[in-house]
């Protein structure tokens, strides 16, 4: 069956709650950069919507994690690939300590703007509310149920929990645009497009 799936731009009245998946933050930073894709675009417009609509709009530290790390990696694999170590911008460290600090001060410099930029954005960055029970018991909650989501509709592990932490809350709306989200039963998913 999997979600329920709404367009962006067909959004009019958003849920009270949405979660905000790492790749929407990231596609609506890229709308502000030169040449911005129409997803980039409708993501930005997206998380507009969101505040003017007065909805919860929440993230995790996880995907904030995430939205930074894109660039890092990027950047690292680049210079990676430059000094002949392949993908492996571990080995560019083991190697050349002094080139992969050249690297990452670069890759630092490409993720600093995302960090500002996440920061600015009208979303919390929160735990998932979990009603009547202590942090621990909710983190273990979304623990279990991030496995079942694993097992039940192979998605890949950070997937899962981002998942897995809307749905502890109670949040059952999350924009992303990672079709994988839209095999999910039980939730509707906001995205650029229907896959």
């Given at each position: 069956m999997g979600a329920v799936v709404e367009e962006f731009a067909q959004v009019i009245a958003p849920a009270p709650s949405v979660y905000v998946d790492?790749?929407?933050?990231?596609?609506?930073?890229?709308?502000?950069?030169?040449?911005?894709?129409?997803?980039?675009i409708a993501s930005a417009?997206?998380?507009?919507?969101?505040?003017?609509?007065?909805s919860e709009a929440w993230t995790s530290l996880l995907a904030v994690q995430e939205a930074?790390?894109?660039?890092?990696?990027?950047?690292?694999?680049?210079s990676s690939k430059q000094a002949g170590c392949g993908t492996d911008w571990k080995r560019l460290r083991r190697r050349d300590p002094t080139a992969f600090s050249a690297a990452y001060q670069a890759a630092?410099?490409?993720?600093?703007?995302?960090?500002?930029?996440?920061?600015?954005?009208?979303?919390?960055?929160?735990?998932?509310?979990?009603p009547g029970t202590?942090?621990?018991?909710?983190?273990?909650?979304?623990?279990?149920?991030?496995?079942k989501l694993?097992?039940?509709?192979?998605?890949e592990a950070a997937d899962a929990?981002?998942?897995?932490?809307a749905m502890?809350?109670?949040?059952?709306?999350?924009?992303?645009?990672?079709?994988?989200?839209?095999?999910?039963d039980q939730i509707t998913v906001y995205a650029h497009r229907k896959l």
């Open positions: 790492a790749n929407v933050i990231l596609a609506a930073y890229s709308s502000t950069l030169p040449n911005p894709r129409p997803k980039d417009g997206f998380i507009e919507l969101l505040a003017q609509a007065g930074c790390w894109v660039p890092l990696r990027e950047e690292l694999t680049q630092r410099a490409r993720a600093d703007p995302v960090m500002q930029f996440v920061r600015d954005l009208p979303l919390a960055v929160r735990w998932p509310r979990h202590a942090t621990h018991r909710a983190c273990r909650a979304i623990c279990y149920l991030a496995r694993l097992w039940a509709y192979e998605l929990f981002h998942i897995a932490m502890v809350d109670g949040t059952r709306h999350i924009a992303s645009l990672d079709g994988a989200f839209q095999d999910v």
